[in-house]
């Protein structure tokens, strides 16, 4: 009898598709190109001598044989993690101490959920957070204050190690029962018509808003320039204006009444980086930290 070759990779493909019904969001789940994702699929049906999925212009959908595939694919999946878990548990040094540097923003934002989710999991393992401007988290790591930084990829950082852990659209922050809060998106041309909070030009967000907004060049109604993204969140919530920011900057806990919108046409996307030294690769802790991160932001409101 002839047996099957599958590897993790193709079932993990395999299990986000079914449950996203869409290549594009599985391949950014998984942080892969649309392309590679797809190559996954094909060998795994390949290898099988079944079709798994049918495609349509909208969604993915599952054949009869990847329905009867799934629940086998997924029980796989759950048992090696919770097993990975365990193992890594064992093995995590007691008493180790994982430093990490990060912006005020993400620190106040995704990083409680992860270190809480990773303490749990490791509790062996004590966590030290930096959070300090986006600009020092790359001398913090270098100085050695920090194992590893978690920042915007706004500079150069040629000295270190650096690795996207994930993509951030900018999205539309408005009041909850705002105009813009009833759509499902919103286009750039849309802003023209409400009073607009941005952060001062200089700041990394600013720079990265100013190529879409030349387009619409002295038809914006800028009300606010202000220095941190905490400041317009409060104008938001007041009813002062709506704003343009990444999607994480609404995963803080306390934001109330501020509703977040996909931007579109264009989409602009802000990438997230992990830095850390060449000459010491990352350590199991920082590694099963990452991809707790990763996961948890993957689950943002508004992204991409």
């Known amino acids: 009898m002839q047996s099957t070759h599958l590897t993790l990779r193709q079932l993990r493909a395999f299990c986000f598709v079914a449950q996203e019904q869409s290549m594009t969001r599985a391949a ?3 942080f892969l190109t649309t392309s590679a994702l797809s190559m996954l699929i094909r060998s795994l049906e390949e290898e099988l001598g079944l079709r798994l999925f049918e ?9 009869d044989a990847g329905t009867e595939l799934l629940p086998t694919a997924l029980h796989t999946l759950d048992q090696l993690d919770s097993s990975v878990r365990l193992l890594r548990a064992t093995h995590l040094k007691q008493g180790e101490l994982l430093k990490i540097a990060t912006s005020p923003l993400l620190a106040a934002s995704l990083m409680p959920a992860v270190i809480s989710q990773f303490r749990s999991d490791f509790p062996g393992v004590r966590v030290a957070l930096l959070d300090v401007p986006v600009a020092d988290v790359a001398e913090a790591v270098r100085s050695g204050q ?5 920042c915007t ?3 150069e950082n040629r000295d270190l190690k650096s690795e996207v852990i994930f993509q951030d659209a900018l999205c539309v922050a408005c009041p909850e029962g705002h ?4 759509m499902d998106s919103v286009e750039w041309a849309d802003l023209v018509e409400f009073p607009l909070i941005l952060l001062k030009p200089g700041t990394g967000l600013r720079t990265l808003l100013e190529k879409p907004m030349q387009r619409w060049a002295g038809q914006f109604r800028l009300e606010y320039e202000v220095a941190n993204i905490q400041t317009a969140l409060g104008l938001i919530g007041a009813g002062l204006g709506v704003s343009v920011l990444p999607a994480y900057s609404l995963a803080r806990a306390g934001i109330q009444g501020i509703a977040a919108r996909p931007l579109t046409n264009p989409q602009v996307i802000r990438e997230v980086v992990t830095l850390y030294a060449p000459a ?3 350590s199991d802790s920082a590694e099963s930290f990452l991809n707790r991160f990763k996961k948890l932001a993957a689950q943002t409101p508004a992204r991409p």
């Open 280 to 282: 010491k690769p990352l």
């Open 55 to 63: 495609r349509t212009t909208r969604r993915v959908m599952l054949t």
């Open 146 to 150: 920090a194992d590893i930084g978690v």
């Open 28 to 30: 950014e789940k998984l």
């Open 179 to 182: 105009a813009l809060a009833a």
């Open 153 to 155: 990829s706004d500079q």
